[in-house]
């Protein structure tokens, strides 16, 4: 499977409460009117501005911070496909995973590229082509391509299981 994204860049240690706002943590659960406040306190634009099917590229430590699930679920239903970074949260990776949202380990690419080009990513064959050249990085599991292809963990266990949902 390989995707085309126009992309969203942003730096270093890009926290859980700027991806969504700890002062919704309580009040919103709505997965829908979560990703109304994606990003809203680090760019102020990007609900406005991202599609179905945009990624992030970011730098290291993407997704520090709380543990709360609401980061990964406000940027996969704002329309993210996939998330670039140097590095990711420990946390952050497995809420992402865990919501349907592919995350990609690449290192120095949020510095070589701007917010508006476009990647492709192939996850089987590891490999992201962008205007800065061609990356490689390890193939996602069969597992992980079959979560995010269900749409998240519980939908994959319950096909897994022959429940249906």
């Known amino acids: ?3 085309k994204a126009d992309i969203f860049v942003y730096g270093d240690d890009i926290n ?3 991806i969504f706002p700890g002062k919704y943590t309580y ?3 709505d997965p829908k009117e979560m990703a109304q406040h ?3 306190d680090l760019d102020e634009d990007f609900v406005k501005k991202v599609k179905e099917g945009d990624a992030i590229v970011a730098g290291r ?3 520090c911070g709380s543990s709360r699930e609401q980061a990964a679920v406000c940027l ?3 329309g993210i496909s996939v998330i670039v ?3 990711f949260s420990r946390i952050f990776y497995r809420n992402a995973i865990n919501s349907g949202l592919f995350l990609v380990t690449i ?5 070589k590229l701007q917010t508006g080009e476009q990647i492709e990513v192939d996850f089987e064959n590891g490999m992201l082509k962008c205007s800065a050249g061609e990356f490689s990085f390890p193939p996602l599991p069969e597992e992980v391509m079959g979560i995010v292809d269900a749409g998240g963990l519980i939908p994959y266990i319950q096909q897994k299981m022959g429940i249906k949902g």
């Open 1 to 3: 499977m390989s995707i």
């Open 27 to 29: 009040t919103i659960s």
């Open 38 to 40: 994606a990003m809203e």
């Open 76 to 78: 996969k239903y704002a």
């Open 85 to 87: 970074a140097e590095s």
């Open 16 to 18: 859980t409460d700027v």
């Open 107 to 111: 290192g120095g690419l949020s510095k």
């Open 61 to 63: 430590n993407f997704g």
